[in-house]
């Protein structure tokens, strides 16, 4: 018999949820991700995937991945210290070391590992971290889980951080500070001061720490904010992720060579987690191949994201500040956001709504992702279905 506490926990917490329109249905797809999707059925225009650069269903990536299957089989059979270590993990590091402009890199499993795995490896109960308020929940974990203390600073707000890492450094309880900070923020597409939050770590002596997942692909003609700010030099910690404008799954951290030897024994997810696939490492080797080869993806991902800008703010919805090509509409109630995406996709824009706790309460809102596999005739009809939809809930 199952635990009535539980039941009677989840019973009422789920009731909650959705009385506040925060429950999330999740809605399986019955095609490649891809600018088109099919869900139950209904043929939709995408712009809810984080597959910036239409990579996921990239010929030349499926091509790199059947080959190393057929070489490498399903699995590597081993956590990366034993014996699953193929040479393509290393072949794969390598070429991400050369994008990212570093000495080295480590590949772990998923980018939200590589927070969970870099940030407890360095930082520990004797150390403080000071942490943008806006980042990823994967940032927030893994400062947990290194037991440092956490100073959060108002998103990107120079002041308050060079206030509160002086604070901090003044007071000499600490052994170690770190700035962590996103390089793009996923939900409102602003790209992190990274100039500003360098000069402030060097008058203070902080270790520098940016994930780039949603920059790598994006800025710096594909390698990333660091990059964009011609900061390669002065960023200890350089985390991406595989599976956005990569297209494949995983993640990674680029920097100096002794950092990435001692991630490579020091950090738990490399220790005890089964290393990547063959085909995802292969797959993930090529689509970094492409990103140095050409610029071509980059520039179109750009131009469609510009293209959807205009036409969405010239129909009076509020886009916020975005730099990048994340498109939000923000809403602000998280009911009217729900209602929002529900009937864009009953006329055939798939644009799921993001509310708490991904963003903060009352900024409900739908994110826009065009990609670069996106036409101007997608684009324009969603563009047209938005407008029928925001006169219709009385949005715009």
């Given amino acids: 018999m199952s635990s009535q506490i539980l039941e009677q926990f989840l019973t009422e917490n789920l009731e909650e949820l959705k009385t506040q ?55 590597a059979g081993a956590v990366r210290t034993i014996n699953g270590t193929l040479k393509l993990h290393l072949e794969l590091e390598e070429k991400l070391a050369e994008f990212k402009h570093t000495e ?37 974990d893994g400062c947990r889980l290194s037991r440092a203390k956490i100073i959060r600073y108002n998103h990107s707000d120079m002041e308050d951080l060079r206030a509160k890492a002086k604070a901090a450094k003044e007071s000499g309880q600490y052994n170690k500070l770190m700035v962590i900070t996103d390089g793009v923020f996923s939900m409102d597409g602003d790209i992190a001061l990274l100039p500003e939050i360098v ?73 005890f987690s089964t290393s990547l696939t063959p085909a995802d490492v292969a797959a993930s080797k090529r689509a970094i191949e492409i990103l140095m080869e050409s610029t071509e993806l ?24 975005s730099e990048t090509p994340i498109t939000p509409c923000i809403i602000g109630e998280e009911k009217l956001a729900q209602q929002f995406s529900k009937r864009l996709i009953e006329e055939g824009v798939y644009a799921k709504a993001i ?42």
Avoid at 58 to 71: E, G, I, N, S, V
């Fill in 104 to 140: 080295a890199a480590i590949a772990y499993q998923s980018g939200f590992n590589c927070n969970m795995a870099a940030i407890s490896a360095v930082m520990d109960k004797n150390d403080a971290i000071l942490s943008d308020e806006l980042n990823h929940a994967s940032i927030i």
């Fill in 199 to 271: 000069q402030i770590a060097e008058e203070f002596d902080l270790i520098t720490y940016v994930d780039d997942a949603h920059g790598s692909g994006v800025l710096g003609e594909g390698a990333g904010t660091v990059k964009h700010y011609g900061l390669s030099d002065k960023i200890d910690f350089q985390i991406g992720t595989l599976s956005k404008a990569i297209g494949v799954v995983g993640g990674y951290v680029a920097g100096k060579k002794n950092l990435i030897d001692w991630l490579k024994v020091r950090s738990r997810p490399f220790l």
């Fill in 355 to 396: 509310v708490f706790p991904t963003v903060p309460k009352g900024t409900g809102r739908v994110r826009n992702m065009p990609t670069a596999a996106h036409t101007k005739a997608m684009l324009d009809e969603a563009i047209s279905i938005y407008e029928k939809v925001g006169k219709e809930l009385g949005i715009i």
């Fill in 21 to 75: 329109g925060l429950y999330n249905v999740i809605d399986p797809l019955e095609s490649p991700n891809g600018p088109i999707i099919t869900i139950n059925g209904n043929i939709l225009i995408n712009l809810s995937s984080n597959n910036y650069l239409g990579l996921a269903t990239d010929d030349r990536l499926k091509k790199a991945a059947k080959d190393a299957l057929d070489q490498f089989g399903v699995g």
């Fill in 298 to 321: 980059n520039q179109k991902l750009w131009e469609n994201g510009n293209y959807l800008k205009q036409g969405l703010k010239g129909l009076g919805f509020n886009i916020g500040n």
